[in-house]
């Protein structure tokens, strides 16, 4: 199938005049709704931008339902694309692989979207390629939806080369026929202006029988080796299956698998290889497989899907540079539903972008309107080229005292202690609902299924404190625990021993429930929250009592937040369709006035001196923030530009 979205050709006709900023955002649609209807490829032909410098490439890919609904069976999806070798072949090159959840009750409209950062694939998304979107089902089916965003300016560094070591499907556990004899070593060019690399493979196997029941539900490990010297050696297994966002499968979701989950992404195991190449030569990479003799009894032969590939980088463009990648919390993103909403101790994922090991950042975070914010001082190793999580200590109320909208925002203000050198990755924010307030007076009624002390269930304070908790149950029984709360922000989490939740159809271990009740008996029912009976091995949701949305902050510990004397911004027209005033309402202070739109990119910054309001002209069309800061002022608006 070839689709050519003229929309998208005619925009790149006008990029050939116009220069695109920094920060700007370029979308390219590839397939939309394709119908995977059985087993087989779907191609569509796209255009990528030919030339530009783009700092971040995301790939979104959707699963959604057709109009029968959605199939019962975790089935193997991969989005490959092409790379021309030569004017009549070409190889593919795996960007993701998906396997999809047992949706048998799910229908028409459902849909579940993931996101990639694809940056390392720049040099194959140019200009014309095809996108393959592979479907592995007998049986209709899913529906795909691929879009890629690239976000102009400065990439951490330029990639030179994309190579492939390894691609396909391997049968396993055959000694005449071992995996190894395969996985031949593979002699790869080092281009010359090459300072680091970094070895990537997703793997996971399929069918079971035997002793050990691998491929699919057995831990086997890889060693890679260059040159010889033993690199990494890593098990291919996810341990996390009765964690996935995707609940409450049809099928056998909970349990670990060897690379994948029911649901879910099949995990990239990456490893930084620079110190094993040698830049204008040729190393020799060869991976070798944990050995395992199958015995027979799988419905087809165990076996693995294999892609390896080695990426070649140049210079790192920065020394000191951090990046906000996302928002896991809070956020309204389907990805991270599990964890949301909440009402206090937001969360980001931060990547070293920069040559040096980052040991220390300051970020200031806060919410729409508010005329709070924090600052935190975050300290640990992280090292180029990798991401770690970062709790943002808060308490509940803030995110409900003064706020205008329910918008969160994070600034990342310093890297090492020196000023972070790039800024355009410096900001990002997050769309979010709030947690449903409860009564101070509770009734938690857990109806236990038959298995003892495997479920469990606890309160926590703002301050991490257990407030309340049954860590004991027999098995069959019904508990009805009345509670008293303060006001406060409240996060309950339940957790279950066996991972397989309150109720799992392919276990005897019965079924059980964990409802929230007001403990008013005229209120008692319909219940304030009902637990997902089959939550796999944890599910958590967060509450409030006795706070009113507009409520002010108050009682912080020492250190923890900066309190601002309160300043309304205005802008005004908004929206508008060219000229804004932005006011400071109430001006007392000198500060700098900097416009930021949606990527994080500072499009604008003006000093705010012996005048309360400046006006602003010649932005593009598009979603833009506001930011005054003062001495002892800090103030935040959104407003849109339209043309």
């Not at 002793?211 to 010889?228: Q, R």
């Not at 200031?364 to 924090?374: A, I, L, P, Q, T």
Request: glycine letters at 8%.
């Amino acid at each position: 199938m070839k689709k050519l979205l003229l929309s998208f050709t005619a925009l790149f006709c006008s990029l050939t005049f116009l220069k695109a900023a920094e920060g700007d955002t370029t979308s390219i649609q590839s397939h939309q709704a394709t119908h995977w209807s059985w087993f087989g490829n779907y191609y569509d032909t796209v255009q990528f931008p030919q030339t530009g410098t783009y700092r971040k490439i995301i790939m979104y890919y959707t699963l959604g339902c057709p109009s029968i609904g959605c199939s019962e069976w975790d089935y193997t999806t991969k989005i490959e694309v092409s790379d021309p070798l030569t004017d009549s072949t070409n190889r593919w090159v795996e960007l993701t692989k998906i396997i999809t959840p047992y949706a048998g009750d799910k229908n028409s409209g459902w849909t579940h979207t993931w996101a990639f950062d694809v940056t390392d694939f720049a040099p194959l998304l140019k200009g014309e390629r095809q996108i393959l979107a592979s479907y592995s089902g007998y049986q209709d089916g899913f529906t795909i939806t691929v879009n890629f965003d690239f976000i102009e300016g400065t990439p951490p560094r330029e990639v030179l080369a994309v190579n492939t070591l390894y691609d396909g499907i391997f049968k396993y556990g055959f000694a005449n026929d071992p995996i190894d004899n395969y996985l031949q070593p593979t002699l790869i060019a080092i281009n010359a202006n090459a300072e680091s690399a970094k070895f990537r493979l997703v793997a996971s196997g399929h069918s079971f029988g035997g002793a050990e029941n691998c491929a699919e539900f057995c831990p086997k490990w890889y060693k890679l080796k260059i040159d010889g010297s033993q690199v990494v050696q890593e098990d291919v297994w996810r341990d996390d299956c009765g964690s996935n966002v995707l609940e409450a499968q049809t099928g056998t979701w909970v349990y670990d698998r060897a690379g994948w989950c029911p649901g879910d992404v099949a995990v990239p195991y990456e490893t930084d290889i620079t110190s094993f190449i040698d830049a204008g030569q040729s190393n020799t990479f060869d991976v070798d497989w944990e050995n395992y003799n199958y015995t027979g009894g799988a419905g087809f032969d165990p076996q693995y899907g294999i892609e390896a590939l080695v990426f070649q980088y140049g210079a790192w463009n920065f020394e000191n540079d951090a990046s906000l990648d996302k928002v896991i919390k809070p956020s309204m993103d389907d990805r991270n539903m599990r964890v949301n909403p909440i009402c206090n101790n937001p969360e980001v994922e931060v990547s070293n972008t920069g040559s040096k090991i980052i040991s220390r950042m300051k970020i200031r975070y806060w919410v729409e309107g508010s005329v709070d914010y924090f600052d935190y001082s975050w300290s640990g190793v992280l090292l180029p080229g990798e991401n770690t999580r970062v709790e943002l200590p808060s308490h509940g109320k803030w995110l409900f005292g003064g706020k205008t909208e329910n918008v969160f925002y994070a600034q990342i203000l310093e890297v090492n202690q020196t000023t972070d050198e790039y800024a355009s990755n410096n900001l990002i924010s997050a769309k979010f609902e709030d947690p449903i307030m409860f009564p101070e007076r509770i009734v938690v009624a857990f109806n236990n299924n038959n298995v003892t002390n495997e479920t469990r269930y606890y309160i926590y304070n703002d301050k991490g404190e257990t407030v309340y908790s049954r860590t004991t149950s027999t098995a069959s029984t019904n508990y009805t625990d009345t509670i008293d709360l303060d006001t406060g922000c409240y996060r309950f989490a339940v957790t279950d021993a066996g991972c397989d939740g309150l109720r799992f159809f392919a276990n005897s271990a019965g079924n059980g429930k964990i409802w929230l009740h007001n403990a008013e008996p005229a209120n008692y029912f319909p219940p304030l929250y009902q637990f997902e009976d089959e939550f796999g091995c944890e599910t958590e949701f967060n509450f409030t009592v006795g706070y009113e949305n507009g409520e002010e902050a108050e009682g912080y510990p020492a250190g923890m937040m900066e309190t601002t004397k309160q300043q309304n911004l205005w802008v005004y027209p908004n929206p508008s369709k060219g000229d804004i005033t932005i006011a400071v309402r109430d001006f007392v202070e000198p500060g700098t006035l900097d416009i930021y739109n949606t990527s994080g990119q500072k499009v604008r910054s003006v000093q705010i001196v012996g005048m309360n309001s400046t006006q602003i002209s010649g932005l593009a069309a598009g979603n833009y923030i506001a930011k005054f800061v003062g001495e002892s002022t800090f103030q935040t608006a959104s407003f849109v530009i339209v043309k």
